[in-house]
T-cell receptor, first 119, second 109 residues
């Protein structure tokens, strides 16, 4: 088990630039989640995929945000025209999810996150 | 999704047992109770999950009374490395997780 991997760990960008983050989930996990966390707060849900299908998006995910999981494996989260308010830790999680089966299978395992700073 | 209430912070000393209680009065029949631990600049780490009664693993115990309106995470003999934020979450486990602000545990020598 190599765990959930996120790249890069840190990203500094100027306002107005586009950024892209990558998440590699635990192999065989069919669900992949993106969360955002700001200082002093718990993570907030952004979106999730089951295989390659994006099943839910939060209202936090404005039109400047787009997430993909083209082959049902790794995922990318792109932010266009970044704003200072986008500065946060972006977390990815994966789970061996489903609508049935033991709950223990559906635990979400998180990566270390990508910390974005928009100047 | 059931709302949870837990203490903002707790202090302890090395070697003591720490109990963090979470209230979830509106828990639904299908909801599970899950606890995560988070260190600074890291993603949350799963600690334990339960539905009712008591669950124990190698790092913690989870006590859930019969009415399931609260739960208590018990950390035996804490060490300095247990200093972290602990989140109590309630929901249907294969859906999105809804985090509160968590409990900041500070373990001192």
């Amino acid at each position: 088990d190599t765990g959930v991997s996120q790249d890069p760990r840190h990203k500094i960008t100027k306002r107005g630039q586009n950024v892209t983050f990558r998440c590699d989930p635990i192999s065989e996990h069919n669900r992949l989640y993106w969360y955002r966390q700001t200082l002093g707060q718990g993570p907030e849900f952004l979106t999730y995929f089951q295989n390659e299908a994006q099943l839910e998006k939060s209202r936090l995910l404005s039109d400047r945000f787009s997430a993909e999981r083209p082959k049902g494996s790794f995922s990318t989260l792109e932010i266009q025209r970044t704003e200072q308010g986008d500065s946060a830790m972006y977390l990815c999680a994966s789970s061996l999810g489903g609508t049935s089966g033991r709950a223990i299978k559906n635990i979400q395992y998180f990566g270390a996150g990508t910390r974005l700073s928009v100047l | 999704l059931a709302k949870t209430t837990q203490p903002i912070s707790m202090d302890s000393y090395e070697g003591q047992e720490v109990n963090i209680t979470c209230s979830h009065n509106n828990i639904a029949t299908n909801d599970y109770i899950t606890w995560y631990q988070q260190f600074p600049s890291q993603g949350p780490r799963f600690i334990i999950q339960g539905y009712k009664t008591k669950v124990t693993n190698e790092v913690a115990s989870l006590f859930i009374p019969a009415d399931r309106k609260s739960s208590t995470l018990s950390l035996p003999r804490v060490s300095l490395s247990d200093t972290a934020v602990y989140y109590c979450l309630v929901g249907v486990v294969f859906q999105k997780l809804v985090f509160g602000t968590g409990t900041r545990l500070l373990v001192s020598p």
